[in-house]
């Protein structure tokens, strides 16, 4: 979400009409933004805004701090084989082998080994903040839909 965000306004900025631009390439370009912003969050909070909203944490199974680059491979192996990039019709078959794959070794490729993920309970305000954000965005693609 945050990477579409900075996309968008750099494309506001440049002033470049979004509506006319081919989304595949937003896509990746998102994809690849996300891959260089989320190890910040992880290295200095071990979350990022939605696993923070969640109560989910990465930390490293060693128990040391975490590194850039560290977080930066777990980054680019996670938008490489679970989202291949966003790439549509890639996908959404990437996401299902690897909710397959935790299903039956209870971690994720890139998680195997190297990380560990710590989720709480997201309950009280959590669970209402989650909802209302689901809300919203869905108030957000009908409307983008309807335009």
């Not at 440049?14 to 912003?37: E, F, H, K, Q, Y």
């Not at 966003?86 to 971690?107: G, N």
Request: with cysteine; glycine share 6%; proline share 4%.
């Amino acid at each position: 979400m945050i990477a579409w965000i900075i996309v968008v306004v750099v494309l506001t900025v440049l002033r470049l009409d979004v509506s006319t631009i081919n989304a595949n390439p937003l896509r990746i370009l998102a994809a690849g933004v996300w891959t260089g912003i989320e190890p910040v969050f992880l290295m200095k909070w071990g979350a990022t805004p939605g696993k923070w909203l969640v109560n989910t944490r990465v930390a490293s199974v060693s128990g040391a701090p975490m590194t850039y680059r560290r977080a930066f491979n777990r980054s680019l192996l996670v938008v490489t084989w679970g989202l291949f990039y966003l790439i549509p019709f890639v996908t959404l078959p990437c996401l299902a082998v690897a909710y397959e794959d935790l299903k039956s070794t209870k971690s994720t490729r890139w998680d195997r080994g190297n990380f560990q993920v710590v989720h709480g309970l997201c309950r009280g305000w959590r669970r209402v903040a989650v909802a209302a954000l689901v809300v919203l965005l869905l108030f957000i693609g009908a409307a983008a839909v309807k335009a």
